[in-house]
């Protein structure tokens, strides 16, 4: 008993130690102070507040907006303010005093605004300095959130008021200026105390906060523009992403149509089984391309009065895009002529992925994501697989496609071939897809409290968002790189019908064989362009095709083969009948007898008076022979490196190739990294696809030309390669320069003009320069060097200038383009 009391007396002495112990731990978790953003500490900062549009040289207006904020260094937060960037104290520091809140105001916020410079932070003795700039572009008829800044649209003006935090509006605002850069403010409230010219509006020592509010008008450019982006308005319809976007890819089918018919019509023989089957795919490939266009830019047109019709709560046209991928694979896989046992694979695969996505949607089963569904973080590695799938199919259906419109049916590409570069292609898009996520999550997160609730929720929601995109988003680089296949098939249907193959005597294209190499050149010089918001593409097309036909119209007439010889017949058709090595000898010939005549024209009277005379009667012998300006000399280099037309084509279409890898660099610098346009490519899922579309795009118009100059080598003005290479040159100059005269009048983008003819000047002069001195290289045995060689082939001034002064004029262009600056793009941090 007596040890029971014990035991009891020390549990009790036990308890009561205890307890004291227990309630100081527990005192701080009922009495910890609620965090504050402590406003009253603020009144003593200084703010420095601007906005700044930026709207001519632009398709869409820029909003720039600067903020200078003070704070005095015994505020509660000052010192997190120097803290890292992920920070939950640096956040919370911030959001005080830029005012935003994800977690209440949206699930993300500033969704549009871009932070092309890092946030700076400096302390000083007795305050802290916080320097903020945000960018924005103004793609559609919506509000923005910019800084301390509201734009929105309001009738058919646009209002911008300064919604200053709460907690730093009691603060001493030092200056509030508005720049509108364009046209000037209609109202203004509280009236400015200083301005200029109605676009500079200015409010000095403000205290607590002005309540700017402006009105004003965008440009007319910018803001047609917009509208044309904004899905919810009527004109969207006829805008970029929808019956412009879709007109350029109709208008090259149509023309694809009407040279395959005139084509067909001008074959002057019967049609062989071959004919018929290129001019069956290449009409194929047409109504393709026009069916393409329409689904893709229209469909999500057509989604969304389905969407009012049928009462729907969201708008799906991420279902919409998810579906014409697989529409777009399937009939893409099927027109490449893929294997029966691929096809049916691929049917059976798309059809899973339908019925994955129709459970995921209706039986709201988290396994793709959908309009409705959100998928799990730990079920995105199987989304990405999917996808990936997907993709890769797509690459190889646009693979084989191209196989079958350039080679009309031939296999040369084993299968292993394709299928990896398709998985490599997909696997790189589902890469680039993951880090664009992340990099615009970074982006929209910079205020959310790191491993917060709410900010693992909203990534979830974020990553699903990008992943629900990525289908839809890749259809338009799809359909670009697709748009690759028309010049393609124009090349594999002139491969097969053309009648230099059965008839040698035709040295030059015929009527109908020309408007398919002036046609070919159109659809790869036209480019696509914009004003106000709506397709350019026809205009251009047009001037490439009248501008050509000039030029291959003057060439008949002033081109050396096509002078008239014996019998009336054009010298072409004289020569083509002639052994290529006797032309060459022939020309060898009449340059030794001009370079004896030379040594003899420095000699003294009585050395050269016999010889002189019978060299110079030999020479005359040689020109009598040949039509009237035409000397023995400018045959080898009227006929071209090859003995036919065709060989030109392709030869002058191969060293274009390998010329145009450094031009196809430099304009993926000067138009993808150089540009606005890495900040948007970088945080877009599909980036590298529309990537890919460009490096080809650009890469396709330098083959192209190589092999229309080549084509129509016989064809065209001129006596030496890089002078038939600059008329070439001169055809693609008119367009773009067009272009560049009505987008600098309306003030939009001038897209880097003289970079880009001056690249394509230099890609073309150089091939002109290679072909001359390959239709040569028999000789290169009686020459030590190379270089030897070529001052031998180019003993005529004319053509050495030209050439030279377009690679001095090109390498000027290329140096000033990496001068200009280089790669913009949002920081990796706030």
């Known amino acids: 008993m007596t040890q029971l009391r014990r035991s009891a007396l020390i549990l009790l002495h036990i308890l009561l130690l205890t307890l004291p112990a227990l309630a100081t731990a527990a005192a701080p978790a009922h009495a910890a102070p609620a965090k504050s953003c402590r406003p009253d500490q603020l009144k003593s900062a200084t703010v420095k507040a601007g906005a700044e549009f930026k709207h001519r040289g632009t398709d869409n207006s820029v909003l720039r907006s600067t903020m200078d904020i003070t704070v005095p260094a015994d505020w509660e937060h000052a010192s997190d303010l120097l803290l890292d960037a992920h920070s939950p104290d640096h956040r919370y520091a911030l959001r005080c005093l830029v005012g935003k809140d994800p977690t209440k105001e949206n699930k993300v916020a500033i969704d549009h605004e871009w ?35 509201v734009l929105f649209p309001e009738d058919d003006e646009w209002l911008i008021r300064l919604r ?30 200083f301005g200029e010219g109605g676009t500079v509006l200015t409010w000095r020592g403000e205290q607590p906060a002005p309540a700017v509010r402006v009105s004003f008008h965008l440009p007319a450019a910018q803001y047609w523009n917009a509208v044309a982006e904004s899905e919810h308005l009527t004109w969207a319809v006829w805008g970029r992403k929808g019956v412009s976007g879709a007109f350029s890819y109709v208008a090259t089918a149509v023309l694809l149509l009407v040279v395959g018919k005139r084509l067909g019509g001008g074959l002057k023989r019967k049609p062989m089984p071959q004919d018929a089957y290129a001019l069956r795919v290449l009409r194929v490939w047409a109504f393709l391309m026009i069916v393409f266009s329409l689904l893709i830019h229209l469909g999500d047109d057509a989604n969304r009065p389905m969407s009012r019709l049928l009462y729907l709560a969201w708008d799906y046209g991420a279902a919409v895009g998810f579906f014409t991928l697989v529409a777009l694979g399937l009939a893409l896989c099927a027109f490449g002529g893929l294997k029966k046992q691929a096809l049916v694979a691929v049917g059976a695969f798309f059809a899973l992925l339908v019925a994955l996505y129709v459970a995921s949607e209706y039986f709201e089963i988290p396994i793709l994501p959908t309009v409705d569904v959100v998928t799990p973080l730990t079920s995105h590695w199987m989304v990405s697989v999917f996808y990936t799938a997907a993709i890769a199919v797509c690459c190889l259906g ?22 990896t570069s398709a998985t490599a292609t997909a696997l790189l898009v589902t890469l680039w897809a993951y880090l664009a996520i992340h990099r615009s999550w970074e982006r929209v997160s910079w205020l959310l409290e790191p491993d917060s609730p709410e ?16 289908p839809g988003g890749a259809l338009l680089p799809l359909l670009s790189l697709s748009a690759v296949l028309a010049p393609l098939a124009l090349i594999g249907v002139l491969r097969v019908c053309r009648r230099e193959k059965f008839e040698p005597e035709s040295f030059t294209p015929t009527q109908s064989e020309s408007f398919l190499l002036i046609s070919l050149f159109g659809i790869v010089a036209a480019g696509e362009v914009w004003y106000f918001g709506y397709s350019g593409y026809l205009l ?88 009237e300006g035409v000397r023995p000399a400018d045959l080898p280099f009227a006929c071209g490196p090859m003995d036919t037309w065709w060989g030109n084509a392709c030869r002058g279409a191969m060293i274009a190739c390998f010329v145009g890898l450094p031009a196809t660099g430099l304009m993926y610098w000067k138009e993808t990294v150089s540009g606005e346009f890495w900040v948007f490519v970088t945080e877009e899922p599909a980036g590298f696809l529309t990537i890919l579309a460009n490096i080809v795009s650009w890469h396709v118009t330098w083959v192209m030309g190589g092999f229309v100059l080549g084509a129509l080598w016989r064809s065209l003005p001129g006596r030496r390669g890089p002078t038939k290479a600059c008329w070439v040159a001169a055809v693609f100059a008119v367009p773009v320069l067009t272009s ?42 009686y020459w030590s060097t190379n270089a030897s060689l070529v001052a031998y082939v180019y003993q005529m001034r004319i053509a050495s200038v030209a050439f030279f002064l377009a690679q001095l004029v090109a390498l000027a262009t290329i140096w000033k383009t990496f001068q200009d600056g280089g790669p913009s793009g949002p920081s990796g941090g706030p």
């Open 115 to 149: 932070r092309l410079k890092p946030l700076v932070v400096k302390a000083y003795d007795k305050h802290v300095a916080v320097h903020y700039e945000a960018v924005t572009w103004i793609k559609s008829v919506n509000p923005y959130t910019t800084g301390p800044w």
């Open 164 to 193: 200053a935090s709460p907690n730093i509006a009691g603060a001493r605002w030092e200056e509030v200026y508005l720049r509108l850069g364009g046209p000037g403010a209609l109202s203004a409230s509280p009236p400015p105390e």
């Open 398 to 419: 646009m693979i084989a496609s191209g196989e079958r419109v350039l080679l009309m049916g031939e296999r040369r590409l084993p299968a292993w071939v394709m299928v």
């Open 455 to 470: 900010q693992e929720q909203t990534w979830a929601w974020w990553l699903g968002l990008g992943w629900l995109q990525l």
């Open 540 to 627: 251009g097309l047009l001037l490439v095709l009248v501008a050509a036909w000039g030029v291959v119209a003057l060439g008949s007439r002033l081109s050396v083969l096509g002078k008239l010889s014996v019998g009336d017949a054009p010298l072409g058709s004289v020569i083509s009948r002639t052994d290529r090595s006797d032309v060459l000898r022939l020309a060898r010939h009449f340059r030794e007898l001009q370079s004896r005549l030379h040594r003899l024209g420095a000699s003294t009277p009585s050395e050269r008076s016999a010889a002189q005379e019978a060299i110079e009667a030999e020479i005359d012998r040689l020109d009598h022979a040949l039509p």
């Open 740 to 781: 560049h005269l009505i987008v600098r009048a309306v003030g939009q983008d001038e897209g880097g003009v003289v970079a880009i003819i001056a690249t394509f000047t230099s890609v073309m002069t150089f091939t002109g320069f290679t072909m001359d001195v390959q239709t040569f290289r028999g000789e290169r045995r």
